[in-house]
């Protein structure tokens, strides 16, 4: 099952402008982390954020945490057309003693226009 | 240094069949995890290893196995393939076992059912 999931599904905007993506989850996590993926290949890491931690940067990315209303956001600042892709949130949940592995959402499919 | 990678990258296969899909981690990482992607969809968790031992599994059926070599490359296998497996299946390896982290996934191995 889905544990998160990313609003909205699709998002247009033209090169340069900011892109805002958000997630949504339902359990508590440990971290949270989004990846990127071009058309159906391989996922890409782009930046993790623990359950104590609310804001983190990482280039022309800045992720927010709020734990209260279990939810995420990644912004994209000065986009380009090679930001063109999906891009998933996955949570990584409290686990007793084994490996849940990461629960992915459905993604955001973001397209930059040239 | 090389990344993830997995093999066959495309293979077709008819109802009933078996099959094997393998994945190479990262030199140095010692935990592997499967994850199943359904077209348009994110993915979904199936198996961890580390230290060749089973951390965690998914909610997938007994068809799904793997195991982990003395080298931590890995084996997926699915037994009497049904229409529905027929998805995007990424191999991801890590440092650790202990929790999930950050991943690093190979391109996949598309599986088609017929």
């Keep these: 099952s889905q544990q998160g999931e990313e609003d909205p599904q699709a998002l247009s905007i033209q090169e340069g402008e900011n892109a805002t993506m958000n997630c949504s989850y339902k359990t508590s996590i440990n971290n949270l982390q989004w990846y990127r993926q071009n058309s159906g290949r391989g996922l890409v890491h782009l930046i993790l954020i623990r359950s104590n931690e609310r804001e983190k940067h990482s280039g022309r990315l800045r992720v927010t945490l709020d734990t209260s209303k279990k939810s995420s956001s990644l912004l994209i600042t000065a986009s380009r057309a090679a930001d063109t892709a999906s891009y998933f949130c996955a949570t990584e949940q409290y686990s007793g003693g084994g490996a849940d592995g990461l629960t992915f959402g459905k993604g955001t499919h973001l397209i930059i226009q040239p | ?114």
């Design chain 2, 1 to 114: 240094d090389a990344g993830v990678t997995q093999s066959p990258t495309h293979l077709i296969k008819t109802r009933g069949q078996q099959v094997t899909l393998r994945c190479s981690p990262i030199s140095g990482h010692k935990s592997v995890s499967w994850y199943q992607q359904v077209l348009g969809q994110g993915p979904q968790f199936i198996f961890q290893y580390y230290e060749k031992e089973e951390r965690g599994r998914g909610n997938f059926p007994d068809r799904f196995s793997a195991r982990q070599f003395p080298n931590y490359s890995s084996e997926l296998n699915v037994n009497a393939l049904l229409l529905g497996d027929s998805a995007l299946y990424l191999c991801a390896s890590s440092w650790t076992g202990m929790n999930t982290g950050e991943l690093f996934f190979g391109e996949g191995s598309r599986l088609t059912v017929l």
